[in-house]
Every structure is written in structure tokens, then in C-alpha cells.
């Protein structure tokens, strides 16, 4: 990716960088689906950075409103003061969140991974606070991903991005994952049956704990790890019915799911499970500001507010005025335009558009839900045999797309953790159809360029 002007003429600047191996374009404006870099060339944004942007970019009202909420109160400690904005805002979130959380409370972060936290430690209070305290293990699943710092990563299963930190991690059981594509059940039936198998996963890590398990983390549907795998019938519900039975806390992350971005408020809402916490983030504030937030239902700000009283959590800038803002903003934004339903919309001619590319020889599969798709790749269709993992297939693909002005999100793992090559898909719900006709095309393209 160095073929632009724009690309920064020296890697090593003094950003310590995420790569050190490629340039990066310096972006410099947004408008729509679009983005550009500083020489002027323009990206169709066809992951919405990283499943981030859902309402567009470089809309108007969200920037007016975070500079207002600037003029007015820049900040104040949550430990001081609340503010009319962040109430306002939880409000509106905890009805957006639907009936499952009314009489709730929500705890506001600056991102996914503070999100994770916040959740970990607030189930592990609500089960002091109800004269639980055996209780400490967060059970959680093989092929995940819940966030970059340390707590987080203990309970995700995402090999690449935890393994060297192992040792500095405190491990409780991983589940398997159901991932129809490849299903460790062998299935023949679109795992149809298999989501039971997977589910009595979960009751027999529970029973092992002895007594100790406190919550169990999931993603609805998994984000960059799996690439928009959709859990199978009756799985989520089981799921579901087995926390409830051992007192165990159902801890939804819904960071990338959520918001919308499945075709409904939040994704667990498409298999009608309810679940005592919600982590989300990206499209809370569809990048336009830090923000995070965990979504507890009555049931666990009950235990503390009648308990002890006191959270014993926090950071410097939970709630900060101006994330509240443009969270605010945006949810307003996309309840005007109706872009949840736009998600389901638009998401089935995104579908209908990623379906045509099964013809190619190297994409095995196609998944996804709402405006969350997922492509993955493979060297021998009939055998679902993965590219050696150094060939970087998905990576070089996002980078033969990105000369074409189309960005994506590709990841590697998907297989076993190491193998396995695959695009996450997740424009912002204002793409039209003229878009994604274009970005599917140069998509294809990219892919031809680079198998033959
Ligand atoms: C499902 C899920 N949880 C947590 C996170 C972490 O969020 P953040 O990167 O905002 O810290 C991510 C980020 O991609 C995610 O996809």
C-alpha cells in the first residue's frame, strides 16, 4: 500500500504504530459511505472502519451537537456530578435496550474493551452482593473476541491477538463455539440440531465450576474472530435457560452487534433472549466520539443499589459530556432515518450482492446477519482446506481492494485460531444500492487479481 502520494512518506513516525510492515494513508475527510486521504484519493468505507461507522460519516448534527455540548461543559467527574446530557442519554438507551431493561441502569465507558470490564466486574459485585461470593469465574467461548485489555482478554478465545499475553492472565473455561461453516459436531443439517450440543457445552463447564461460575459472555453473533457467524436455532435460548437455572449472569456483547447493526436495537433481540447485562460500543457513537457502555437490568443495579451502594468501579472519563453528546445525537439520528430497519433493508441486498461471489474458487462461505457479512476464503472448496496461514490471503486481498478505493476488514484465525483467512463486511446502514453493486465488483476483483 504504498502506490499513493498520501501514504506518509516515512513508516517510523512518532506514533508508535499498529504495523511497522506497511504505510498507512493519512485520512483527512468523511462524507457518507466515503472517505479520503490527504492526496484527495476516496475509499468506499465497506466495513465502516471496524464494524464502527452505522450512520455515515461527516453528518452535520452529530459534530454541532458534540460542539455545544464542548461550549457549554467540557467535563466533570462522574464521582462529582452527573449531568442533564449523560441522564438524558442512559434514559433514552435503556428504552432503546427494550422491556427486558426497564427499572435498569447504564454505565457509560469510552469503548468496547472498558465496556468487557465494567461487565466482568459488575457481575462479579452483583454475586458478592447477593451473598454470592464462591462466585468469580466468567465462562466464555473458544473463537472470541471481548476487548485488548488484560480482564477482557482472559475471557476471549481470539488466539492471535491474547496468546502472548497468557501468562499475564487469570483463565476460566472456554466453551465451543457453534460455526456451522465447519461444525465440531460434524453436522449435515446446517447445525440444525447441533446448537442443543453446543449449548450442554456451556451446562457442563457450569457443573465443573462447582459452584463458582458467575456469568457467561457471548457475542450473539460473532464479530471479527469468526467473521458474522449467526449462532443456529435454540441455541441462544438454551443458553439462555442454563444461566438462569444456575444463578449464572448472561453477559451479552453486543460492542459490534449492537446498536443496530444486525437489523434490530440489539442482536440478541432476533432470538428474543434476555440477557441481565449488554456491552456495546462502536455504534453507540458511530465513531464520532469515545464511547462505551454496559446495560444492566434491574435485577443487578437492584443487588448494589439496596446492597452496599456503591459501585466499586470506574474510570476518569465514563460519562464524559461529549461522548454523551454525540451518543445522544446519534441515537437520535438513527431513529429519525429509521436506519435499524434500513439494516435489514439494505443488509438483504448486501446479501444478495456477497451471495454472487460463491462462484469464485476461493470463498467458501458467505454469512451474515443485517448489515454484518462475513466472506471466507479457502484454497480447496470440496475439502474447505484454508490457505496457509503465511500467505496472508484476506490481508492481501483488503490491500488489492483498498488500491481500488474500497476498504475491508480482514482477519485470519477463523479455522483454528492460526488458519483460516476472512473479510468482516459492515458498511454504514446509508450505503445505497449503486454502492454496494460498485464495492461488491472491485471486491471481486481483488480477489480474481490475486488467484490467478
Ligand atoms: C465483540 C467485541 N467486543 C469488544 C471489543 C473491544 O472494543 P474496543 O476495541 O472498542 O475496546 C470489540 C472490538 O472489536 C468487539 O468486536
Not at 469465574?137 to 476487548?147: D, I, P
Not at 483463565?171 to 453446543?198: L, T, V, W
Request: net charge neutral; proline share 4%; charged share 20%.
Amino acid at each position: 500500500m504504498t502506490d499513493t502520494p498520501a501514504v506518509a512518506e516515512s513508516i517510523r513516525t512518532s506514533i508508535l504504530r499498529r504495523s511497522y510492515r506497511k504505510a498507512f494513508p493519512s485520512a483527512v475527510r468523511g462524507e457518507g459511505v466515503y472517505l479520503w486521504d490527504s492526496a484527495g484519493k476516496r475509499y468506499l468505507d465497506f466495513a465502516g472502519s471496524a464494524a464502527v461507522n452505522f450512520i455515515g460519516h461527516g453528518v452535520q448534527e452529530i459534530s454541532a451537537a458534540m460542539a455545544e455540548q464542548a461550549r457549554q461543559l467540557e467535563f466533570v467527574h462522574s464521582s462529582q456530578f452527573t449531568t442533564p446530557v449523560a441522564e438524558e442519554y442512559a434514559q433514552a438507551l435503556i428504552e432503546f435496550a427494550g422491556e427486558n431493561f426497564r427499572g435498569g441502569g447504564v454505565f457509560f465507558t469510552s469503548g468496547g474493551s472498558e465496556a468487557t470490564e465494567t461487565a466482568l466486574k459488575l457481575a462479579r459485585q452483583y454475586q458478592v452482593e447477593i451473598g454470592q461470593g464462591k462466585r468469580h469465574q466468567v465462562l466464555s467461548r473458544t473463537q472470541s473476541y471481548h476487548g485488548a485489555t488484560l480482564g477482557a482478554l482472559a475471557v476471549s478465545g481470539n488466539q492471535r491477538r491474547r496468546e502472548i499475553y497468557l501468562p499475564m492472565v487469570r483463565e476460566f473455561a472456554h466453551i465451543g463455539i457453534p460455526y456451522c461453516y465447519r461444525c465440531s459436531y460434524d453436522c449435515k443439517d446446517g447445525c440444525r440440531n447441533c446448537g442443543q450440543e453446543y449449548a450442554a457445552e456451556l451446562e457442563r463447564a457450569v457443573l465443573a465450576a462447582n459452584g463458582e461460575a458467575a456469568a457467561f459472555i457471548f457475542e450473539p453473533v460473532s464479530g471479527a474472530t469468526l467473521g458474522a457467524v449467526a449462532p443456529p436455532p435454540g441455541y441462544l435460548e438454551s443458553v439462555a435457560e442454563i444461566c438462569k437455572r444456575h444463578g449464572v449472569l448472561l453477559i451479552a456483547d453486543e460492542v459490534m452487534t449492537g446498536m443496530g447493526r444486525t437489523g434490530r436495537n440489539f442482536a440478541v433481540e432476533h432470538w428474543g433472549v434476555a440477557p441481565d447485562i449488554v456491552v456495546t460500543a462502536k455504534g453507540m457513537s458511530s465513531g464520532y466520539a469515545p464511547l462505551g457502555a454496559v446495560i444492566a437490568n434491574k435485577k443487578v443495579v437492584d443487588a448494589i443499589a439496596s446492597g452496599s451502594g456503591s459501585l466499586l468501579h470506574g474510570f476518569t472519563y465514563n460519562a464524559h459530556p461529549i461522548s454523551m453528546a454525540a451518543g445522544l445525537a446519534v441515537l437520535r439520528y438513527l431513529g429519525e432515518r429509521q436506519l435499524v430497519q434500513a439494516a435489514e433493508t439494505v443488509g438483504a441486498s448486501l446479501q444478495s450482492a456477497l451471495e454472487g461471489l460463491r462462484e469464485l474458487e476461493s470463498v467458501g462461505d458467505v454469512r451474515g446477519i443485517g448489515l454484518l457479512w462475513g466472506v471466507e476464503f479457502v484454497s480447496d472448496k470440496r475439502s474447505k482446506k484454508p490457505f496457509a496461514p503465511e500467505l496472508n490471503f484476506a490481508g492481501r486481498v483488503g490491500q488489492a481492494a483498498m488500491k481500488r478505493g474500497l476498504m475491508l476488514y480482514p482477519m485470519q484465525g477463523c479455522v483454528d485460531g492460526v488458519a483460516g483467512d476472512h473479510l468482516l463486511i459492515a458498511p454504514p446502514a446509508v450505503i445505497s444500492e449503486e454502492q454496494i453493486r460498485w464495492a461488491v465488483e472491485q471486491l471481486r476483483a481483488a480477489v480474481v487479481e490475486l488467484t490467478t
